[in-house]
């Protein structure tokens, strides 16, 4: 599968409903195989994502290698028009790796909502090898035993070289959770992850959002 997406800072008073209007994937002929459209507003507004987009909106497709960003983005400036609407960081992307609790079988709006924690991360060249198996092999067990854990996704950017591509892990929670608790700061202190954020990681952004509108499909 691919993923997109966008993020947009709004004026006051935009509500869930608009933003879900004005970026309904048939809109977009670019994205007509979506096949789930999720709306997220930024939890972290008054903390480390301070002055930052409040809005990211995610489009999940079956995977088409045709698909560019550029020609994405340049179909939805041509729609969305909207004064009060400002479009900042967008990313397409191609699914590297999934994994889930026994749990967890889709997204449900209905069900409960969601809280997720989204990694932006930039490698040193020839370092993703490397890092790939930190994940594999130590990162990806110590989060699944973080309280309210559900699912964890690994995407890179498609269609550059290895030495620019950016790779985003989605780490889906439940609205109570273990963030901050013990069992994460075990997965962000060890021997290994340090050395990865000194010498494998070029740059990261961590952002973290909570699902606030109906899910479409």
Known sequence: MSLF????????????????KLFKPSQFKSLSATQHFYLYRATDLQGAGKGKPEWMMMYEMAMDESKSQQSIMNEIKSIVSNPGIEMYRQGLYSLQTSKSSSTFSSLNFH?????????????????????????????????????????????????????EAECLALHDYDLENGLGGEEFKHATTTMWYKDMMVNAVMSKDRRTYELCSEVLS
């Open 5 to 20: 997406y966008v993020t947009v800072r709004s004026a006051a008073g935009t509500t869930p409903a608009d933003l879900s």
């Open 111 to 163: 069900i409960a909502s969601n809280f997720l924690v989204a990694v932006f991360i930039r490698l040193h060249p020839g370092r993703k090898e490397e890092f790939d198996r930190y994940y594999a092999e130590e990162h990806m067990d110590a989060l699944m035993k973080v309280p309210g854990w559900r699912r964890t996704r690994r995407f890179v950017t498609t269609g550059l070289p290895e030495d």
